[in-house]
């Protein structure tokens, strides 16, 4: 018996000892199967939509993002089907494979949740808080800026390049994040930046 | 269940989905035919005939169709091995309604190769083997709009509809032993919207609407075919089966076969034509569906209702069984 | 792209070539289906594989990796030698009448002035004569032996439909239908376009491909209308942004760049962006560049930004070589030089050529930095997964620090897309646990930084110290505050240039435009060319007004585009010299004999009479470039250049390999592969069902598209024994993979001279974390060298072998 059946399929299948012989046996009259015969319930209804653009290639679909709960609002919002905008000019609401199935890759069962830490040698990540990860990533950074920012050239020219950490920036940001990183990696004065417009 | 008698077929895809709920206006009234149900009394009205049209000339086989029928039917397809082809699953399965298959061809006329690429899926026949051969009351259903949709609810498992259908499309699911396909969106269309691969489809190869519409757009795309050199560009609307609400344009519709095999000439099986009422369980066992004969034969015969001595029994079914496992 | 993606429908004819459109653009591609559709446009697809792309093309023709500036250049060739060529177009709006330098030639395949001890041209001989008025010569009649167009023809001559098929293994016949069909497009009322991706960026002489095509172009008549253009399909959702915000080694926001060590002070570093005009009258738009320049130097510094301390120019880097892009970080890391590395959103071992030694690389960090929304290669570098990631975990002393991100669908901001869109979007959901979006995280960052430097004091802490953060959260700055940032405002009342008595936007108000940015500290910005995308208006990014007059396909209420609203770049170009438009259905802007209007923002000044000023205003010549003097690393024209893993030497000089400007570390090159011992070819790709390598966590596109697979022909898989279906092993010189082996004649032995050249197809979607199947890709096997110009790894033509396996005999 497999029982990883539905519970109603399961029944259904526990039934099947027992003899009939006419399929007026079936148990319901025609009537009542038919009052069965209605199409499955429209599963956006009462959702909130937002607009939201396609996070793959640089088409920039216009989406619509269907969730339970209003973000906006500052309600929790749970993501349950994302489809084409059919006003957006580009794509007029179609979506390619990729972009027809962005739901799974918000709710990918790969999805970080937390600040983790691999030590070094180690097999395995651990946990830990964002303070101390934030706090720790500010002592590596200030530290290897103070021992090796190259402040003069041989020739005695001021050149304030900090070659010795690097940042590889991502092209599914939006230009906000893009901006303050940029604020954020230049101030330090890092010349090992790049992002996948390379790639 | 009631419908709004002002409410008609939906004309295209290219819509959004209304969020607001809304009462669907597709249900019993409008059910045409039904399995294993004769005498089933007239629907209240007649819905405009929908079809989705499938270009093939126009599809890239990109599979947004695919990937868009398994978002919003909430399937899982199986992630299976690459076995040296494009078709991902490699076959329609009871959480894949529909396919994209890749055909390599040297066409002898032209000296080109071309690469067809068909999307596969239920052709929702006007006169539809599956709703025939289906000896469960209500399983399959007919909606006057075209539509034959598969009422789960009242499904058997027995797989007669696979053997009905003249394009061996339907699955049975071996979880809970229901067969599947593609509903034509119905739930969609039944809220005034088109199916999911419809809206999809980047180059809107699939374009959805009233039959008719469909009919139109599909001859202006022959028309520019044959401007292009494909001199037997046609319609593939197969009579066989009544007409079709799912139907191809093809470059080659002199050679449906070119595409991953596509009947040339489908028809619902004789066998299955002639059965009528309770004469069905007795053509069933003819065409000998001997894998499946043994849960059919119990099967038949039980209730879909379980009354709650049945379901008491059942529990302490299931509770034995975890014993022995 | 030069052109929105919705401008394809107005298209004759579709040429993608060094792409692959329709698998990785589908939704974009639409617009050219529609222009068959519509107009009866035709799509041609040059490719080494038969895509899915060409499934839908009305001409196909294979091509070897590798091989396409051959293609393009006797593409010229045939055009100039039948006459078809937009000759009005070419005379006026190109520099074919500019007069060259006698010292520049070419010979052997190398262009004058080449130092093969430097690997680098002396590139002195490649400019204009310029005469005693200090305007380049120009000879209109094009009779000049020494004009541009004499030399382009001379150049291309060599370029034969036979040399074509001998390089390209492009049979004659079909290059020869297709150049017919690109002909047609020289008249003024039929327009071709350019659909470009990676398959032209990603060899050693990427940007050359791309040149090759924008010259064919020109020749057309073809840039700046309607359906025609140079349309380069960007990868991903906002690299069109990332690019233009200039997250770069050495860009600044709006292609401004950071200063060289030979750029000691502000006045050196400006004087070389002086950009006078080389052609009387000329508009030369960069000469605002200081404008722009002191705006973003105030974004960044404000009030601690002076004309006395020279905009704080020293708290800039100057960079000692032309850019520590990733390759040179990844060769230094290598070496042990780099302590931290910071991955925002990017997987460097899936998407970086030579995964050996980038794995060695960051064996070699103190500390590994990664912030991304899913489980990425990368964090997880370190982990043993068996013959996927075969590594020595306890061996490994990098400290990893994985920060999880929030998703698209969970933050508010906007895109580029790569018809220059700027698109807002909105959160629709909740981040999942502890995810955060990346302007918090990278506030959160620099907020303890700059506290350390606060508390401690340290080096040079004065740029960190007084960047500005006005935010209403110093901890949690918002796109809003953010996007403003980038458009600028007028620190102090900023008035017309021209009449000083009029206010054109009053202190603390954000600028309307570019145009309103100053060189005298009273405005700031980010980014000028976003300039407009949100003003006193609002966020015009927002906007949905998805109105199209005339159906155009411009959309100018649609969202904002850079610069100015601009739908098509170069839009002046679409009329002829008195300043009607060459095709009257396809009308964009005219001259109404007072200004320029119709459907685009002029890309002129609005009342720049036309005959007086060039359409190709960013230029100093006014004029668009045949010929681009010294401004390319590896030559003014395009010449033909073979991979630097090839299975032929170079026509033009069997000694030649590669690109011989390309930057080679020794390591490196010591890696490089023969064709006696690797005999095939392999070009990498993408394939639809997936993006990147994201995709694999997602169960659908997984089912999709569910193992790591290679293509390969018929011929050589009865060559090598190899069943349909059956495991293969495919290595190169730097390391070797297994694959399911996917037989098929979508790929064809290519003839090129006497040599019989096999292509091996290799996807790159798989990796060892995720839903799919764990695969490798190709960056195991892909060499380690970039563009001269621009360093994008050469990932589309390389040498491997390849035998049949069982995925038990390989570990």
Request: aromatic share 10%.
């Amino acid at each position: 018996m497999n029982i990883d059946l539905s519970r109603r399929g399961f029944m259904k299948l526990a039934g099947a000892g027992v003899a009939a012989t006419s399929l007026g046996a079936m148990g319901f009259g025609e009537a009542e199967a038919a009052e069965a015969a209605h199409v499955r319930a429209f599963k956006l209804a009462s959702t909130t939509e937002v607009r939201n653009t396609c996070t793959y290639c640089s088409v920039a679909c216009g989406i619509l993002i269907y969730s339970k709960g209003d973000v906006a609002a500052g309600e929790k919002a749970e993501i349950v089907h994302i489809e084409g905008d059919a006003d957006h000019p580009t794509n007029r609401g179609t979506l390619c494979p990729k972009g027809a199935a962005l739901k799974d890759t918000v709710h990918a069962q790969t999805r970080l949740t937390e600040p983790r830490i691999r030590r070094p040698g180690a097999d395995r990540f651990e946990s830990i808080s964002w303070d101390e990860a934030l706090d720790k990533i500010a002592r590596a950074l200030k530290d290897d800026r103070d021992t090796n920012m190259i402040l003069q050239n041989d020739a005695g020219v001021t050149v304030n390049r900090w070659t010795t950490t690097g940042f590889l920036a991502a092209s599914a940001t939006t230009n906000e994040t893009a901006w303050l990183t940029y604020k954020t990696v230049r101030a330090m004065g890092i010349v090992g930046f790049d992002n996948q417009a390379r790639v | 269940m009631t419908t709004d008698p002002n409410v008609d077929s939906p004309r295209t895809a290219v819509s959004n989905p209304p969020i607001q709920p809304m009462k669907a206006n597709l249900g019993a009234g409008d059910v045409m035919r039904a399995s294993a149900m004769p005498d089933l009394a007239p629907p209240e009205r007649e819905l405009t005939p929908v079809a989705k049209l499938i270009d093939v000339s126009k599809c890239i086989g990109c599979k947004a169709c695919q990937s868009a029928c398994a978002e919003w039917n909430d399937t899982v397809p199986e992630i299976e091995h690459n076995v040296g082809m494009y078709e991902n699953p490699h076959d329609l399965t009871p959480d894949m309604f529909t396919l994209m298959r890749f055909t390599e061809y040297d066409n002898p006329d032209t000296g080109e190769f071309e690469w067809l690429i068909r999307k596969d899926g239920c052709m929702h026949c006007a006169d539809p083997g599956c709703l025939k051969a289906c000896p469960a009351p209500g399983a399959i259903v007919q909606y006057t709009n075209g539509i034959v949709d598969f009422i789960h609810d009242n499904c058997i498992g027995c797989g007669y509809c696979v053997t009905g259908c003249p394009f061996n499309i339907p699955r049975v699911s071996k979880a809970d032993h229901k067969s599947y396909k593609c509903t034509l969106c119905s739930d969609r269309v039944a809220v005034g919207q088109g199916p999911a691969c419809a809206k999809a489809c980047p180059t809107q190869a699939i374009v959805f609407g009233t039959k008719e519409d469909m009919l139109t757009h599909a001859e202006a795309r022959v028309e520019d075919l044959k401007s292009r050199g494909y001199d037997n560009a046609g319609i593939y609307d197969p009579e066989g089966v009544g007409g079709t609400h799912v139907f191809y344009v093809l470059h080659h519709a002199d050679k449906p076969a070119l595409y991953s095999n596509l009947p040339e000439a489908p028809r619902i099986s004789p066998v299955v034509e002639g059965w009528k009422g309770a004469t069905k369980t007795v053509g069933l066992a003819a065409i000998g569906l001997a894998a499946v004969g043994s849960i059919l034969h119990g099967l038949l015969g039980r209730a879909n209702q379980v009354s709650a001595a049945e379901e008491h029994e059942a529990e302490e079914l299931v509770e034995r069984s975890e014993r022995d496992a | 792209m030069t052109n929105p993606w919705t401008d394809i429908k107005n298209t004759d004819l579709v040429i993608v070539m060094g792409g692959n459109a329709a698998e990785a653009h589908p939704c974009g591609f639409k617009w050219v289906t529609e222009a068959k559709a519509h107009r009866g446009a035709k799509l041609i697809v040059v490719d080494p594989r038969f895509t899915r792309t060409a499934s839908v093309a009305d001409y196909y023709a294979p091509i070897r990796p590798g091989s396409d500036i051959v293609f393009l250049m006797a593409a010229i060739n045939w055009m100039i030698q039948n006459d078809k060529v937009q000759w009005e177009y070419v005379r006026n709006y190109t520099n074919a009448a500019l007069i060259v330098k006698d010292e520049f030639g070419w010979q052997d395949g190398l262009f004058s002035g080449y130092d093969p001890e430097k690997r680098d041209y002396d590139k002195s001989s490649w400019d204009y004569v310029i005469g005693d008025d200090g305007f380049a010569a120009i000879d209109m009649t094009l009779e000049n032996p020494r004009c541009v167009w004499n030399l382009l023809k001379d150049h291309v001559s060599r370029y034969t439909p036979e040399l074509v098929e001998q390089v390209c293994g492009t049979p004659k016949d079909r290059f020869l239908k297709i150049v017919q069909m690109i002909g047609e497009c020289s008249a003024t009322d039929k327009a071709m376009t350019s659909m470009y991706a990676l398959g032209w960026t990603q060899h050693s002489k990427g940007a050359q491909n791309i040149r090759g095509m924008a010259m064919l172009q020109l020749i057309l008549g073809n840039i700046g209308v309607r359906g025609g253009g140079m349309n380069a399909l960007r990868g991903h959702s906002n690299i069109q942004g990332l690019t233009d915000i200039g997250l770069m080694s050495n860009l600044i926001p709006g292609y401004l760049n950071i200063p060289t060590e030979k750029e000691a002070d502000w006045t050196t570093y400006m004087s070389s962006r002086q950009f006078k005009p080389l052609r009387p009258g000329q508009t030369s738009y960069w000469q605002n560049y200081p404008k722009f320049m002191v705006s973003f130097m105030k974004s960044m510094w404000g009030s601690a930004a002076t004309a006395e301390n020279d905009w704080a120019y020293d708290w800039l880097p100057k960079l000692d070589v032309p850019a520590y892009d990733v390759l040179r970080m990844f060769e230094l890391m290598n070496a042990g030089q780099i302590t931290n590395y910071f991955c925002q959103g990017f997987n460097p071992i899936l998407a970086f050529p030579n995964r050996g030694k980038v794995t060695a690389a960051l064996s070699k960090l103190k500390l590994l930095v990664t912030m991304d929304p899913l489980e990425t290669e990368t964090a997880h570098f370190w982990e043993n997964h068996g013959e996927y990631n075969d590594v020595d975990t306890a061996s490994i002393q990098t400290e990893v620090i994985e920060l999880p991100t929030t998703s698209f669908a969970e933050d508010d901001g906007s895109l580029v897309n790569s018809g220059r869109w700027l698109q807002w979007h909105w959160a629709a959901g909740t981040p999942p646990g502890q995810a955060q979006r990346d302007t918090w995280i990278m506030a959160q960052i620099f907020q303890r930084v700059r506290k350390l430097y606060q508390d401690e004091g340290g080096v040079l802490p004065e740029p960190i110290l007084n960047l500005t953060w006005d935010y209403a959260d110093p901890l949690d700055p918002t796109a809003e505050e953010l996007a403003k940032e980038m458009n600028g405002r007028a620190l102090a009342d900023v008035y017309d240039l021209t009449d000083k008595t009029k206010l054109v936007a009053a202190q603390g108000k954000q600028l309307a435009n570019f145009g309103q940015y100053r060189d005298d500290g009273s405005t700031m910005g980010g980014c000028w060319i976003f300039a407009g995308c949100w003003t006193e208006d609002g966020n015009i990014m927002a906007r949905r007004d998805n109105s199209d007059p005339d159906d155009t396909g411009t959309y100018l209420n649609w969202s904002f585009s850079w610069p100015m609203n601009r739908r098509i770049l170069y839009n002046r170009a679409s009329a002829d010299l008195e300043g009607k438009a060459w095709d009257p259905a396809r009308k964009l802007i005219e001259w109404n004999g007072e200004k320029w209007e119709g459907y685009d923002v002029p890309d002129i000044s609005p009342t720049a009479k036309p005959g007086d000023v060039g359409p190709f205003i960013m230029n100093q010549e006014g004029m668009s470039r045949l010929f681009t003097r010294g401004l390319m690393r590896d030559g003014p024209f395009p010449t033909h250049m073979e991979p630097f893993e090839s299975p032929i030497p170079n026509v033009f000089n069997e000694k030649m390999v590669g690109n011989p400007v390309a930057r080679v570390f020794v390591s490196d090159a010591e890696q490089f592969g023969t064709s006696d011992e690797f005999p095939f070819v392999a070009t990498s790709y993408r394939l639809t069902e997936h993006f990147h390598y994201w995709t694999k966590h997602n169960r659908i596109n997984a089912a999709l598209q569910p193992e790591f697979f290679v293509e390969i022909s018929p011929e050589l898989a009865a060559e090598k024994g190899i069943a349909k279906g059956g495991t293969v092993r495919v290595w190169s010189k730097r390391g070797s993979i297994t694959a399911k082996a996917l037989v098929s004649r979508r790929l064809r032995p290519l003839q090129c001279g006497d040599k019989l050249v096999h292509v091996i197809g290799i996807p790159l979607h798989w990796g060892f974390m995720g839903a799919a199947r764990k695969g490798f890709g190709p960056n195991s096997l892909t060499p380690f060298v970039g563009d001269a110009n621009i360093e994008t790894p050469e990932y589309k033509a390389f040498l491997v072998n390849i035998e049949p396996a069982t995925t038990e005999a390989v570990s």
